[in-house]
C-alpha cells in the first residue's frame, strides 16, 4: 500500500531530526545537526533492507517516490536556507568557509566527472581515422 512508503519516509524523518537533535546537544549546539541528511540515509537503507528481503511492494515504494518528489526537496530547501541565515550572522569567517566549500566543490568535477586521457584521446583518434580510411572505397587513379 501506498500509506507504508509514506510511514516509512515519515518515521524515518522523525527518527533522523531526533537524531540530529541529540548529536546537536551532545556537540553543546543548540540546533539539529544533520537530521535531514541522516533521515535520508535512513531512508535509503531501509529500503535496502526491505527490497533485500522481498518485503517491499511496488504500492509501497510509489508511495516513497511521491514523497521524495514532493517532501524532501522542500525540507532541504527550509535546512539550505537556515545555514544561509545563520552563516550571515556568524560573520565573515561563516561566509568564507561557505565560499571555499562551493570553490572546493566545483574543482573537483572534473576529477570525479573522469576526464579523459590525452593518450586515450590519441588512440580514438587514430583508430577513428584508421576506421575512416577503411570505410572510403579504394579509388582507381586515372591518367
Not at 16 to 43: F, R, S
Not at 106 to 118: D, E, Q
Request: proline share 3%; with cysteine; hydrophobic share 55%.
Amino acid at each position: 500500500m501506498v500509506i507504508y512508503g509514506v510511514a516509512l519516509l515519515a518515521g524515518c524523518m522523525m527518527l533522523g531530526l531526533a537524531t540530529g537533535d541529540v548529536l546537536g546537544h551532545l556537540l553543546g549546539i543548540e540546533a539539529n545537526l544533520g537530521g535531514v541528511g541522516i533521515a535520508m540515509l535512513l531512508l535509503i537503507f531501509a529500503t535496502g533492507y526491505l527490497k533485500a528481503r522481498g518485503k517491499l511492494p511496488e504500492a509501497t515504494v510509489s508511495g516513497i517516490k511521491f514523497w521524495n518528489a514532493m517532501y524532501i526537496p522542500i525540507v532541504v530547501a527550509m535546512a539550505a536556507s537556515q545555514n544561509v541565515a545563520a552563516a550571515l550572522s556568524g560573520g565573515a569567517v561563516a561566509l568564507l568557509a561557505g565560499a571555499l566549500a562551493v570553490v572546493l566543490g566545483l574543482a573537483m568535477v572534473p576529477v570525479f566527472a573522469g576526464k579523459p586521457s590525452r593518450e586515450g584521446a590519441e588512440r580514438g583518434a587514430s583508430s577513428s581515422s584508421a576506421s575512416h580510411a577503411r570505410a572510403q572505397p579504394a579509388r582507381a587513379v586515372h591518367r
